[in-house]
């Protein structure tokens, strides 16, 4: 799992609640990532880091912000739910050449979080 | 029309045939290709990656890649039932770092 965590790993929210979401890596790698999957469309990305304080917006980031104060930690919120965003949501790190597990740059992803919008 | 093409399946393969995936692609800056695989209700894992034109063989799993075509596909030999999954299509777009995923073709081998 390339020492990616997720949490929580399933949550059942109400809309209109805001959520976080967080994925913590142990490995210090600078680029982290949030998608989304969701049946007929695959994972879409959502957010990805670059650093700290470093972000930019993928193709489904409206809705969604992000923020990373540390190297470690990405966090995803959902400032206001809506029954649109229940989905599942996967962190994924890119390991630098040398250090990746199959020795090949690129993304691994966290166990995922389910989350469901009533 | 999708960034990444792949048929949804399912394919269905019996055990020890050789199962064969496809993937289309549309941003010809892509230098980098990679196959995930999915089981359900799990994340997505890495199994191969290729980089130049013709075939890449690691173990039963065969990538070949025609950039000229912008198709790449996956071969899986000796099928087994626990290569029933879904496999993800993921070129990297051309300015590096960020994937593009497939919606994935399902995969089920029958004993």
């Known amino acids: 799992d390339a020492g990616i965590t997720q949490s929580p790993r399933h949550k059942v929210t109400e809309t209109g609640t805001p959520v976080t979401l967080r994925c913590h890596q142990t490995e210090n790698h600078r680029y982290m990532y949030w998608y989304r999957q969701d049946p007929g469309h695959g994972l879409r990305l959502i957010h990805y880091?670059?650093?700290?304080?470093?972000?930019d917006k993928g193709e489904v980031s409206d809705g969604y912000s992000v923020s990373r104060s540390k190297t470690e930690d990405f966090l995803l919120t959902l400032e206001s739910a809506t029954s649109s965003q229940t989905s599942v949501y996967f962190c994924?790190?890119?390991?630098?050449?040398?250090?990746?597990?199959?020795?090949?740059?690129?993304?691994?992803f966290g166990p995922g979080t389910r989350l469901t919008v009533l | 029309q999708k960034e990444v093409e792949q048929n949804s399946g399912p394919l269905s393969v019996p055990e020890g045939a050789i199962a064969s995936l496809n993937c289309t692609y549309s941003?010809?800056?892509?230098?980098?290709f990679f196959w995930y695989r999915q089981y359900s209700g799990k994340s997505p894992e890495l199994i191969m990656s290729i980089y130049s034109n013709g075939d890449k063989e690691d173990g039963r799993f065969t990538a070949q890649l025609n950039k000229a075509s912008q198709y790449v596909s996956l071969l899986i030999r000796d099928s087994q039932p626990s290569d029933s999954a879904t496999y993800l299509c993921?070129?990297?777009?051309?300015?590096?770092?960020?994937?593009?995923f497939g919606g994935g073709t399902r995969v089920l081998v029958k004993p």
């Open positions: 993921a070129p990297e777009g051309a300015a590096g770092n960020k994937l593009t």
């Open positions: 941003d010809r800056g892509s230098q980098s």
């Open positions: 880091s670059y650093g700290v304080k470093d972000t």
């Open positions: 994924a790190i890119e390991a630098d050449q040398g250090v990746a597990p199959l020795g090949t740059d690129t993304q691994y």
